[in-house]
């Protein structure tokens, strides 16, 4: 998909969500719908197969995130998948993301973790990055296990490495 | 007896003539000689024969001898023609053998050179083969030496790794998974 059709679905969620009054908690659920899709295979095969009619998908996108999510968030993901862009969700939710935090004047600040974080932790962090980096930062937590242990933190091109797996991968690379 | 009275006895009966007894017996004058006519007719009609052989008879003869003769003598002739050309055909067959001969020598020298530049090159390819066969297998010796030394290093280095990620996963407890997070929030905090 073409930079500018990425744009215009991200400017479209966001206006949509924006105008429904939940931008922060549809903007939150979609990141991390986003990463649950980049994580899983079977997720991102059964929403791409062509072979499945868009309606099943998007019913498949209804089972999995009603009851969990808000429902302009699941209107929003199942619109997506039924024009046939869920290859491109990823790419659309990071970009309504970074407009989000834009709007609000902050930086996506993206961690990775092993282990979910408190939400002490998290307003720590965010602190601690807001230090770092001299900016406001919108902080998005995704579990995920193969960091290992330690944290990853990215802030627009700023990337804090503290995880256990590039410690682990510095030492493969000596042996 | 001797020879006077041989020529004596035969000149008397020779001059013996015919005598017809009574019986009608005829006696002649002498037991070896005819009739004195009888020889002069005898002889007239010899002569006249020996003529007639001698005119008639001897040139056809003496034609006949000549003719032998040039056949005899052609057939001298071509014999000795042939036997010229035999000895002609000969020479050269003995001089063709002397070619064959020499032909034969020069080639089996020609061969036998060319056998030997064959042998020669044959030789200085099969060294230059063997060495280029040496050189690749030990190339290639080498190369499979390399290539095992890599992929012994390379399944070291995995199996370090999995080691290494086994052992550290197997490590992080929850505790230290807290102890990693806050020493980071800790040491970003700082940074300015």
Partial sequence: MSDNRIEGYSR??????????TIDEVEDELFRFARSYENSDELRNAL???QIPAARRQSIIEDLLGGKATSTTTQLVSMVVGSGRARDLPAIIDKLVARASSAKNLEVAEVRTAVALTADQQARLQAALVNATGKQVNLKVVVDPSVIGGVVATVGDTVIDGSVRTRIDQLKSRL | MNVL???????????????????????THSWFLP????????GLASLIIFYALYKFGWPQMKKSFEARTARIQKELDDAAADTSSAASEAAGIRQAKGDIEAERSRIMADAKAQAEVILTDGRARLVTEVAELEARSEADIAAARGRVGDELRAEISRLSSAAVDH??????????????????????????
């Fill in chain 2, 5 to 27: 009275g041989i020529i004596a006895n035969t000149g008397r009966v020779l001059s013996e003539e015919v005598v017809v007894d009574t019986d009608g017996n005829v006696t």
């Fill in chain 2, 167 to 192: 052992v550290v996963s197997g490590s992080l407890d929850d505790a230290t998974q807290q102890e990693l997070i806050e020493n980071f929030i800790a040491r970003v905090g700082v940074q300015s």
């Fill in chain 1, 12 to 21: 479209a969620l966001f206006e949509i969500a924006r105008a429904e009054g």
């Fill in chain 2, 35 to 42: 009739e004195t006519a009888e020889i002069i007719w005898g």
């Fill in chain 1, 48 to 50: 791409t197969d062509d």
